[in-house]
């Protein structure tokens, strides 16, 4: 199937009026560019809001906040399911407005749509399973009554890794347990954001229950609405070091956080692995989203039997790669920076330098549309230290650096030897061993035998820097409601 860059969608988003406060689009005095990093080209000027517009969307989150909360957990499940079959309906216009301003191909785009819809139809129906029960006192007499409700206006900050799943995971539990929410979405992809608030005001969202704010100054919005005392909820996606500014801010007025943070997450190869299940694995859990990804394997500790097997394969699957703009038909695309370009090619020669060598790299796009384009081609490092600086920061990037490991207790300590703990897999044909090596494993979510752990039906999140709380499953609808307890006495 081939897409083209979605001009219409983008006519009818007006983004120069990209404010969206109480169900309409508004202005603002500065714009800015909205850029696509296959090319570096502007695609679109974007309202920028500031401490006003902050205000303006919590006004209008506020004063719709109660009937909202109100509302027949049903027609609130109702709105969410609508917006889901929205979402599908308009699966391939949304997803090349993805690769447009992230870059990513079509391919991780299209997955991406259905998964971020997959949010809004699983809290659907968790909306319509209200939590609460009832029960004596184990003394006899008081009957204990136990309820929830909705936080309160809840704050989103979200990425632009999945400038659509990332925000539907947190907007589909918000409505669902009737928080209105205002969100601020990363400055490089508003423009799939206001395509979402647009598509639920279709779906039905009453004006107010859901506002954006772009922006390019982040901190004066976002401080602006944890200082605010309407706001009851901060529902964080990003880095570690800008969530842990976040969590010291939300301490002043205690406000309920959950936090996705960053990971690096090892991706461990027994001797007695199907090695071929485990590369085409690495190839999704290292590949997809271009590397850029929280859940991307960042570290390929490979068993010293099978390392140079595992590491051919690799490298074979890893050239069969095609690198460039997403409407060129590739499978990788830029990342999403120059920033981020020199980043990276900084930790490989590094890595080099500390002894590690190149197996495998593609080379740069030779498309002259491409020649301007963020891009860094996919590469194999081999030989790597276990203490290479490599292995201990977050790539965000397509680089496999396979470090070589003979001792089952030692790849467990090397594994949980980071700040971070989100994902981790491990492939072995003894499933004992995988379960009893996932358990010993400091991270929120294990893939066993499997590349991919990102699941609506499934908790998502991170221990240790990696995170508070869960989205997706039970959990994720949890975050957004408080329980109260009333305790009756009807002797
Ligand atoms: P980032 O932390 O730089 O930005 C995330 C969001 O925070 C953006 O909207 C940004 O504008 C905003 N922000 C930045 N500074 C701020 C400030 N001072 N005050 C308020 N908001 C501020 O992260 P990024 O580069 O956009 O995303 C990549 C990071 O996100 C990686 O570390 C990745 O692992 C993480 N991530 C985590 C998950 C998860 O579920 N755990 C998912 C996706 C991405």
Avoid at 29 to 52: K, S
Avoid at 117 to 140: C, I, K, L, Q, V
Avoid at 334 to 352: D, G, L, N, Q, Y
């Amino acid at each position: 199937m081939t897409s083209t860059h979605p001009t219409t969608l983008l006519a009818a988003l007006d983004a120069a009026h990209g404010l969206r406060i109480g169900g309409e689009a508004h202005g603002a005095a500065v714009l800015f560019a909205d850029c696509d990093p296959a090319t570096g080209l502007p695609i679109a000027q974007v309202a920028d809001g500031g401490a006003d517009a902050a205000v303006a969307a919590v006004d209008a989150a506020s004063a719709v906040f109660p009937s909202w909360a109100e509302a027949a957990p049903r027609a609130r499940s109702e709105v969410l399911y609508a917006a889901f079959e929205l979402m599908l309906a308009e699966r391939e216009e949304l997803a090349s407005l993805i690769s447009w301003e992230n870059g990513k191909s079509l391919g991780d785009a299209r997955a991406e749509v259905t998964y971020a819809a997959e949010f809004f139809r699983w809290f659907a129906e968790e909306a319509a399973r209200p939590a609460g029960s009832y029960g004596s006192s184990p003394g006899g007499g008081t009957r204990t009554i136990v309820t929830s409700r909705p936080v309160g206006v809840a704050a989103l900050v979200t990425p632009w890794n999945f400038p659509a799943a990332m925000v539907t995971r947190k907007i589909g539990p918000a409505l669902a347990a009737g928080c209105t929410v205002v969100i601020k979405p990363a400055a490089e992809t508003p423009l799939t954001m206001l395509a979402i608030a647009d598509l639920l005001g279709r779906a039905g969202a009453p004006p107010g229950t859901v506002n954006v704010v772009p922006t390019t100054d982040p901190e004066t919005v976002v401080s602006s609405w944890l200082a605010d005392p309407r706001v009851r909820k901060i529902s964080f996606t990003g880095s570690t070091g800008v969530g842990r500014h976040l969590l010291a801010q939300a301490a002043d007025r205690v406000v309920n956080s959950s936090m996705e943070l960053g990971g690096n997450a090892p991706f461990i190869v027994a001797p007695d692995a199907d090695l071929d299940a485990a590369v085409d694995a690495a190839m999704v859990a290292k590949f997809r989203n271009s590397g850029q990804a929280c859940t991307a394997a960042n570290r390929f500790y490979v068993h010293a039997e099978v390392e140079e097997e595992f590491a051919r394969r690799f490298g074979d699957a890893l050239a069969a790669l095609r690198v460039g703009s997403a409407f060129s038909g590739a499978d990788l695309g830029p990342m999403i920076s120059r920033r981020a370009v020199e980043r990276i090619t900084a930790s490989v020669e590094e890595a080099v330098a500390s002894g590690a060598r190149i197996a495998q790299q593609l080379p740069r796009p030779e498309d002259p549309d491409d020649r301007n384009g963020f891009f860094f081609p996919p590469t194999l490092l081999v030989e790597v230290r276990a203490d290479a600086a490599i292995v201990s920061e977050e790539i965000f990037g397509p680089v496999a650096p396979v470090v070589r490991w003979t001792d089952p207790d030692e790849v467990v300590a090397l594994a949980n030897a980071t700040e971070y703990g989100l994902a981790a897999y491990v492939f072995s044909r003894d499933l004992g061993w995988a379960l009893r090596t996932a358990e010993r494993i400091e991270a929120g979510m294990v893939g066993i035998n499997r590349g991919v752990v990102s699941d609506p039906s499934a908790p998502f999140g991170g221990v240790k820097q990696s995170g508070l709380g869960r989205e997706g499953a039970r959990q994720g609808f949890l975050e957004y409601t408080e329980t109260q307890y009333l305790s009756v006495d009807w002797s």
